[in-house]
């Protein structure tokens, strides 16, 4: 299962709907900056609020506070920087913070 069996289901759900004249809606996100855009402040607050224990929250966000940025140009690794905002792309931690901070829009 990938990607491409994704838009498979959701494009025949939309065709089913679509047939049988029922309104439908749909979104779509391009995440491709989004990780790097994220206010760390506010998942902090948000997985606070859900349930997160210090004992997870603490070690969490001294994590990503303190975690070193490098960029890599042809086979080189540049200076390491920290930035503001962001949380790591493709870290499962991360898609679950995303789940959570995202559920009021799914639920709308």
Not at 3 to 20: F, H, R, T
Request: proline residues 5%; charged residues 20%.
């Amino acid at each position: 299962m990938g990607a491409v069996d994704a838009w498979i289901e959701v494009l025949s759900l939309a065709e089913d709907l679509k047939l049988d004249r029922k309104h439908y809606c749909g979104g779509a996100a391009d995440i491709a900056k989004f990780f790097d855009q994220v206010r760390r402040e506010m998942v902090y607050r948000v997985a606070r609020a859900a349930g997160m224990t210090e004992q997870i929250a603490r070690p969490y966000s001294a994590y990503l506070e303190n975690l070193k940025i490098y960029n890599c140009l042809a086979g080189g690794l540049g200076t390491p920087y920290m930035r503001r905002c962001g949380i790591p792309q493709g870290c499962p931690f991360s898609m679950a913070m995303v789940a959570l901070i995202m559920r009021p829009w799914v639920l709308l």
